[in-house]
C-alpha cells in the first residue's frame, strides 16, 4: 500500500465515446495541457477519420479527461491524451489506459504506441508507470518546435516478426538526465 495515496487519488471516473457536446470540456483540457494545443478542427479533422476514436473520462457531469486513439491492425495508436490538470494525480489517467490496455487481444491488436515531447517528463514517467517502455527516439519529430519525442509502446504479447518495434535504443542515456 502507498502510503502517499490521498483521498483525491481514489477518483472513480466513467470512461465513455466522446460525443459532440463534450467539446468545449475537451478543448479547454487540452488548451490548459499543452502549449502547442489542438484546435477544435484538428479534434474534429481526425474524429471524422474512420479508425480515430474519442473517449472522455466523466466525473458526475464533468468531462475530467479524454483520448484519441487510431486503430491499426496489430495495434492501438494514442494521438492525445490529457487530464484536467485540476483532476491530475487522482487515478484518471490511469483508468483511461487501462481501458485501452482491455482492448487489446492476443490475436489481434498486442500494442498500444504514442509519442511523447523529450521535454514532457511528466507524461513519460506516467506512461511508464502505466507499463509502457520507450523503444525509439523520433529526431526532430515535433514540426511547432523541432524537438524529439519518444516513441513509447506497451505490449501485452510478444509478436514474432516485428523486431523492429524492439530494436536497442538510445533512450537509456537520457533517463539518468
Known amino acids: ?3 502517499g ?3 483525491k487519488e481514489q477518483v472513480r471516473v ?3 465515446w466522446m460525443i459532440r457536446r463534450d467539446m468545449p470540456e475537451v478543448l479547454l483540457t487540452e488548451q490548459e495541457s499543452f502549449e502547442f494545443a489542438w484546435t477544435e478542427e484538428d479534434f474534429l479533422r481526425c474524429l471524422r477519420q474512420r479508425n480515430c476514436i474519442g473517449m472522455v473520462a466523466e466525473q458526475g457531469e464533468r468531462v475530467v479527461g479524454f483520448m484519441i486513439y487510431e ?4 495495434k492501438l495508436h494514442i494521438l492525445n491524451f490529457a487530464v484536467n490538470p485540476s483532476q491530475r494525480r487522482a487515478g484518471i489517467g490511469g483508468q483511461m489506459v487501462s481501458k485501452l490496455i482491455g482492448k487489446l487481444s492476443s490475436h489481434r491488436r498486442t500494442r498500444i504506441t504514442l509519442e511523447v515531447r523529450e521535454t514532457n517528463l511528466a507524461a513519460q514517467l506516467f506512461f511508464q508507470k502505466q507499463g509502457f517502455r520507450a523503444v ?3 529526431r526532430s519529430y515535433y514540426e511547432d518546435t523541432g524537438e524529439d519525442a519518444f516513441l513509447m509502446q506497451y505490449r501485452i504479447a510478444e509478436d514474432v516478426g516485428d523486431e523492429l518495434e524492439e530494436a536497442p535504443s538510445h533512450i537509456s542515456q537520457y533517463e539518468e538526465n
Do not use: F, G, Q, Y
Request: hydrophobic residues 40%; glycine residues 0%; proline residues 0%.
Open 136 to 138: 525509439r527516439v523520433l
Open 14 to 16: 466513467h470512461i465513455r
Open 5 to 7: 495515496r490521498t483521498e
Open 71 to 74: 486503430l491499426h491492425k496489430s
Open 1 to 3: 500500500m502507498n502510503a
